[in-house]
Structures are given as C-alpha cells and as structure tokens.
C-alpha cells in the first residue's frame, strides 16, 4: 500500500485526530502570533479511511 498510495505525516495526523473523535480542522494552536494546524493551514489533509479499516 505504502507504494500504491503514500501517506503524508498531514493525513496520518487528520486520520489519527478523526478516530479521537476530533475534527482536523477546527484544532487551532496559536505560535507566536498565528494560528497554526497539525494538520497544515491550507488544507489538502485527507482522512485515510483504508489505513484503519481492517
């Protein structure tokens, strides 16, 4: 799958946040003046559905 489809460290954090029951895009943190993501500003984190699905 690794091969197929790589996974960027933004959609492993989407994806982990989304089983926490989080949504990736509401979770604000603010350094040194502005307003960061884990999961990057501009968007294009994906939920992978197909990691966690067994």
């Known amino acids: 799958m690794a091969v197929e ?3 960027q460290m933004k959609d492993l ?3 982990v946040l ?3 029951g989080l949504e990736h ?3 604000n943190f603010e350094v040194q003046g502005r307003l960061e993501r884990l999961t990057g500003i ?3 984190a994906r939920i992978v ?4 699905a067994g």
């Not at 559905?49 to 966690?52: F, M, P, R, S, W």
């Open 5 to 7: 489809k790589p996974l």
């Open 13 to 15: 954090h989407a994806t």
């Open 18 to 20: 989304h089983l926490l």
């Open 25 to 27: 895009e509401a979770l």
């Open 42 to 44: 501009a968007g294009g």
């Open 49 to 52: 559905h197909e990691a966690v």
